[in-house]
């Protein structure tokens, strides 16, 4: 029998910066809503933003 997923595994959304093609930072869905994630990204990423950077949070696979 092969092993599957649990339906509990953790779930993680990742802060992809298309610009410098890096994984910023990963927030586990379970603690950070898109909100919470949103307002962590303009605190600790700004000087992406600054520099006009796209970043885009996406599910973490
Ligand atoms: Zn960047």
Same mark, same amino acid.
């Given at each position: 029998?092969?092993? $599957? &997923?649990?339906? #509990?595994?953790?779930?993680?959304?990742? %802060?992809?910066? +298309?610009?410098?093609?890096? %994984?910023? &930072?990963?927030?586990? %869905?379970?603690?950070?809503? #898109? $909100? #919470? /994630?949103?307002?962590? %990204? =303009?605190? =600790?990423?700004? $000087? =992406? /933003?600054?520099?006009? =950077? +796209? /970043?885009? /949070?996406?599910?973490?696979?």
């Amino acid at each position: 029998m092969m092993a $599957a &997923a649990t339906p #509990d595994e953790p779930k993680f959304k990742e %802060v992809y910066c +298309a610009d410098c093609k890096m %994984v910023l &930072a990963r927030y586990s %869905v379970k603690y950070f809503t #898109d $909100a #919470d /994630i949103n307002e962590l %990204v =303009h605190v =600790h990423y700004s $000087a =992406h /933003i600054k520099e006009g =950077h +796209a /970043i885009e /949070i996406r599910m973490s696979v």
